[in-house]
């Protein structure tokens, strides 16, 4: 028998590990499994080898559909001191703690709970459910089912992506990008610096620039003035180089993202440091010809732009009881799916502050939240 309520079945799915590092297919499974005694009809898209992602519909096969998505994936729990095992489930005065119960697999606790109730109604759209994989390493793992999706499925009016957002409907958020740039120079005895291209002053240079390139983005600002901070980001978290202070260094890299308004040119910036990579060069060159910049993209994550009054916003807001949208900071896969054309809005039950950090947790009231959430959206499906 499998578990029934909200809270049994998010005991369930955490008891899984699927760190983003490891496998989500015995989770996968268990929920197949769960929707197979209900006889609910799924798919699996594949990503890679040891992660799939799993696409379900209840209700008839038409469009206009609504979506709720999720990802399977946690971040992982190394050097985090927990106050009990991260892959049990405790409660403690009405607190759920566990590695993902607030980020995210307590709205997908509720989508499974659902489906008896969702079974009986006579919907007249179809309810599916998207749970994706590696969102917590770049939201690429949903990006197969999105495409596919596109190319093969009836096509959906709404997706609703289930991030703890404290149950408010948000409607925006940024971008974030992120990108590795290696500086190749060529090696000399310090004392002969004429005779060597130091890798590392030239990534300094472009560092510079990205600084640069940070202070131009304060002062544009955010026009809506909606997002916290009020304007686009670029930030440079890695660096490394050199093996000695008497050698001139001949490899330098850094990796470095941006975190963009939704409506920004993702491509702004990386021009820029093209740009400079293409003044640099020839100096380098004319010193050693091996010598030059390379700069690839690591992860790309559409940011969520705001459509006003869209099926998503309008149904989200009317399931919430809310009057009103926000914006958040983080990332979600929600834009992906608006890139290919369907409409799409973040609200989850549990707050991002407890995301990511030892004992993890979601309240149980949210959990009730996200019940008569689900609750009203059927009936509208009807």
């Not at 929920?31 to 594949?46: A, K, M, N, Q, Y």
């Not at 799993?54 to 992982?76: C, R």
């Not at 197969?144 to 289930?162: C, F, N, T």
């Amino acid at each position: 028998m499998f578990p029934t309520t909200s809270e049994d079945i998010l005991a369930a799915l955490i008891a899984f590990d699927t760190t983003s590092r490891d496998s989500n297919i015995p989770l996968i499974a268990w929920i197949e499994d769960f929707l197979d005694s209900h006889g609910v009809p799924h798919l699996r898209v594949d990503y890679e080898a040891g992660k799939t992602n799993l696409y379900a519909t209840i209700g008839p096969d038409v469009e206009g559909g609504v979506v709720l998505s999720g990802h399977t994936d946690v971040v992982p729990v190394d050097g985090q001191t927990w106050s009990s095992d991260p892959f049990t489930l405790m409660e403690r005065e009405g607190l759920l703690y566990g590695r993902g119960t607030a980020d995210m697999k307590g709205f997908i606790a509720v989508c499974l709970a659902m489906v008896p109730q969702f079974k009986a109604m006579k919907l007249a759209r179809p309810i599916h459910f998207a749970f994706s994989c590696d969102e917590e390493v770049g939201c690429r793992g949903v990006v197969p089912l999105v495409e596919h999706m596109r190319d093969h499925l009836k096509r959906p009016s709404a997706v609703i992506v289930g991030e703890p957002t404290s149950m408010q409907v948000v409607n925006a958020h940024k971008s974030a990008v992120r990108y590795g740039t290696e500086v190749t120079g060529h090696e000399s005895h310090s004392a002969l610096t004429d005779r060597g291209v130091n890798a590392i002053m030239v990534a300094a240079e472009l560092v510079s620039e990205l600084n640069r390139v940070r202070e131009d983005l304060i002062a544009e600002g955010d026009p809506t003035g909606r997002f916290d901070p009020p304007y686009s980001t670029v930030h440079v978290g890695v660096i490394k180089g050199g093996t000695a202070n008497n050698i001139v260094p001949r490899a330098c890299s850094f990796s470095w993202e941006t975190r963009l308004l939704p409506t920004a040119d993702r491509q702004a910036v990386p021009r820029r440091i093209a740009a400079l990579a293409r003044k640099l060069e020839p100096a380098m060159k004319a010193v050693a010809p091996g010598t030059g910049i390379a700069t690839e993209k690591m992860t790309d994550v559409p940011g969520l732009a705001p459509e006003q009054d869209s099926a998503a916003e309008i149904l989200a807001l009317h399931c919430a009881h809310a009057n009103s949208t926000h914006t958040v900071s983080y990332c979600t896969e929600a834009g992906h799916f608006q890139s290919i054309g369907i409409p799409a809005v973040v609200c989850g039950p549990g707050s991002i502050e407890q995301a990511h950090k030892p004992d993890e947790f979601i309240a149980v009231e949210q959990l009730r939240k996200c019940e008569t959430f689900m609750q009203r959206l059927a009936a509208k499906c009807c």
